[in-house]
């Protein structure tokens, strides 16, 4: 099962809540809770890049599976991260937030939490 593939954001559950935790400005929340984000995933083998773009924001982040690296959080800060596959989902921890990225034929759900807070975001293949 390959990640591979674009995928348009369809809805989100607790955006707010969760990106104001986050640290994210009353601002940056309003801008980005009404754009549909996509995000594009290339998949080689164990190697990923994941690009999402949102309205003229992109945020990119390259990993292998398995490796720690760096990546760049919603609020812009670089942070050290291992991330693991687990059948068909990635599941990544870095500063206190836990992300699963689970692909279901061409829907991905990308649950983050931190906390006793929960977001859900989930996108469609296009």
């Known amino acids: 099962m390959s990640f591979t593939g674009k995928y348009e954001l369809q809805s989100q559950e607790n955006f707010e809540p969760f990106m104001k935790a986050l640290g994210l400005s009353d601002d940056q929340i309003q801008r980005g809770k009404d754009i549909k984000s996509t995000s594009e995933i290339v998949q080689d083998g164990k190697k990923f890049k994941i690009t999402v773009t949102t309205g003229s924001k992109v945020l990119t982040n390259e990993f292998t599976i398995g490796e720690e690296c760096e990546m760049e959080i919603p609020t812009g800060e670089k942070v050290k991260a291992i991330v693991q596959m687990e059948g068909n989902k990635l599941v990544t921890t870095m500063k206190g937030l ?29």
């Not at 990308?110 to 293949?125: E, F, Q």
């Open 98 to 126: 836990k992300s699963v990225t689970e692909l279901n034929g061409d829907t991905i759900t990308n649950t983050m939490t931190m906390g006793d807070l929960t977001c859900k975001r989930i996108s469609k293949r296009i």
